[in-house]
């Protein structure tokens, strides 16, 4: 303990010396070992740490349905996985009910009232650079605690403090690190000092090692008024003075009005077919449901099955149907409320096989032919995807996220969450790329109370009108792609869901105009071919990190955590 004041700088003696106790009086958790292919017959929660599955899986055994687990398994990501898993982000959830119906939540975080189209501008209208990828002023009004509360208020089974409490008690007991999580944490361990001086949990005096013990007593204390005041016990109160405080300490402009005025939101998700399955996803103000559902009308129109995974042909076909799907998004895709989205339009037959006419089987089509734009260079695991199935087979698909690893790198103080710096994700000036090199315009412009366009693209596929395929991915600009390749693995290339993850991807998003392709993922033959056609190669050491779980012939379920790009994946079921 002689590094008591420097690990936890900023807290109070009281919380130190309740973390005294409890240092003497609990043990820390910590992850179990992986299994090669998980499977189970009533229930699977499918996450991106082994602890937050296992809350899931506690309250599926306790009587709760998938509902009440994803509640748990949000609330503990929050603690076990505090890059990605959150309370001061947002996120979408799709789902299906065990008697078919479908439907989505939109927890997505807002613009706070204060920001405006040129809010990231200077005077001379040019984006002030890291503006808004970093610090206070990044960050979006948080969603992720009403759409807990609002999606448990209306289908969870078990009372709302029985399912947060798994998080409190990770957060108070503490956490043992993995190396994933002792090599993040120390990754960001330059930014997270520089924007909390007076220390956060997630800072100690020296780096940290696997086997050292994460403890949260603020965010326990934080999660604590959250179980016993729902969502009063983030957007107002204590929680929420603190938040205006940070706000104040870094000249943010999130107020107590914004958190107060937020609000998630039911939509209808949109589905659509493939062959014979029904693809069930996300709806605007994420891109992923509308260019999942463009990109596989697109896949139907080939062959892809009979030329081959990963073969020259089916990627320069992918490729071009990527191109026009991403310049569709850059320009029709935002916020419902604020701007009207032509979804029937641009996923209806006709507009797509008119799309599609243009593609060319012997070149690419350079994508300034199809509009014209500058970007950089994206790489990116950021956000984090679960994926939850209980005995009745009810399905809940959750893609979750505060942006960049831990957001805008602002832990607020005495309440212990990081904030997203989700604000990143508007346009914040036509043209002009963000983090994941994705560009936008009109539809995806700042204005107050607007929420900004996502890619994340939490997904459902039913067979034979029974439940199939639950999915989703973290990766930016690259989870569309991600969602799509592992789809048509499974129902075009016929494989196994463990083969359908595991296997090598690529991506493309029309700007820049490069394919990006896993190590591996493409034959010495296959390269040659596409750089004949005219494609611009790059490799890249990982694209997406898959969740999903896959409901087997005889009713069984098989889990499919992303165990070959590292990190700490798991499938826990029973
Ligand atoms: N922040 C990543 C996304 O929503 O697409």
Not at 102 to 116: N, T, Y
Not at 226 to 239: K, L, P, V
Not at 356 to 376: C, F, H, L, M, Y
Request: with cysteine; net charge negative; aromatic share 8%.
């Amino acid at each position: 303990m002689q590094n008591f004041s420097a690990v936890f700088g900023r807290f109070s003696v009281a919380a130190g010396l309740a973390v005294l106790l409890l240092l003497t009086t609990c043990r820390p958790f910590s992850p179990p070992e992986k299994e090669a292919v998980p499977l189970a017959e009533h229930g699977m929660v499918v996450t991106a740490h082994a602890l937050a599955s296992q809350a899931g899986l506690a309250v599926l055994k306790a009587g709760g349905n998938a509902f009440d687990a994803t509640v748990a398994v949000q609330f503990a990501l929050a603690v076990v996985y505090p890059r990605a898993g959150n309370i001061g982000g947002g996120g979408f959830a799709v789902f299906r009910q065990a008697d078919g119906t479908v439907g989505s939540l939109d927890f997505r975080e807002k613009a706070p009232a204060a920001a405006g189209r040129d809010f990231y501008l200077d005077s001379l209208g040019n984006v002030i650079e890291g503006m808004s990828t970093s610090g206070h002023r990044a960050a979006g009004v948080p969603g992720s605690v009403d759409g807990m509360v609002r999606l448990h208020e209306r289908y969870g089974q078990l009372p709302w403090a029985q399912v947060v409490q798994p998080a409190i008690e990770l957060a108070r007991d503490g956490v043992v690190l993995t190396e994933s999580e002792a090599d993040n944490l120390n990754r960001f361990r330059e930014a997270l000092t520089a924007l909390n001086p007076e220390g956060t949990a997630f800072v100690k005096d020296t780096t940290w090692v696997p086997g050292d013990t994460l403890f949260q007593p603020e965010l326990a204390a934080t999660l604590e008024r959250i179980r016993d005041e729902g969502r009063a016990g983030f957007y107002e109160g204590e929680t929420a003075r603190l938040l205006a405080e940070e706000m104040e300490r870094g000249h943010g402009v999130i107020t107590a009005e914004d958190l107060r005025n937020y609000e998630a939101k039911w939509r209808e998700p949109l589905t659509g077919t493939f062959h014979d399955f029904r693809v069930i996803a996300m709806a605007p103000p994420s891109s992923g449901g509308v260019a999942l559902l463009q990109l596989l009308q697109g896949s139907e129109q080939y062959p892809l099955q009979r030329w081959g995974h990963n073969t020259a042909k089916t990627v320069h076909i992918m490729t071009e149907l990527e191109r026009r799907v991403y310049a569709d998004r850059a320009t029709y895709l935002g916020d419902p409320d604020f701007f009207q989205v032509p979804v029937a339009r641009i996923t209806s037959e006709d507009y797509l096989n008119g799309r599609w006419a243009s593609i060319q089987p012997d070149r690419k089509t350079p994508s300034e032919e199809i509009k014209e734009g500058e970007v950089n260079q994206i790489e990116s695991l950021e956000t984090t995807h679960f994926s939850i199935v209980d005995s009745a087979r009810n399905a809940v698909s959750v893609t979750t996220t505060l942006n960049g690893y831990f957001g805008c790198k602002v832990v607020v103080g005495g309440a212990g969450f990081c904030l997203n710096n989700e604000m990143d994700d508007f346009s914040v000036k036509p043209g002009v790329p963000n983090m994941f090199g994705l560009v936008g315009g009109e539809a995806n412009a700042i204005q107050p109370g607007k929420r900004m366009l996502s890619s994340m693209t939490p997904t459902i596929v039913e067979r034979k009108g029974k439940l199939y395929l639950v999915v989703g991915t973290p990766g930016g600009s690259t989870i569309i792609t991600t969602v799509y390749q592992v789809v048509l693995n499974v129902l075009e290339h016929d494989m196994t869901l463990p083969d359908a993850v595991a296997a090598k991807r690529l991506h493309h998003q029309w700007l820049p105009d490069k394919v990006l392709y896993e190590t591996g993922a493409l034959s010495d033959e296959a390269k040659t071919q596409l750089e004949a056609l005219g494609h611009d190669l790059e490799e890249v050491s990982k694209l997406g990190k898959i969740e999903a779980i896959l409901v087997q012939p005889d009713g069984t379920l098989v889990g499919g955590p992303d165990h070959t790009r590292g990190g700490d994946d798991f499938a826990s079921g029973y």
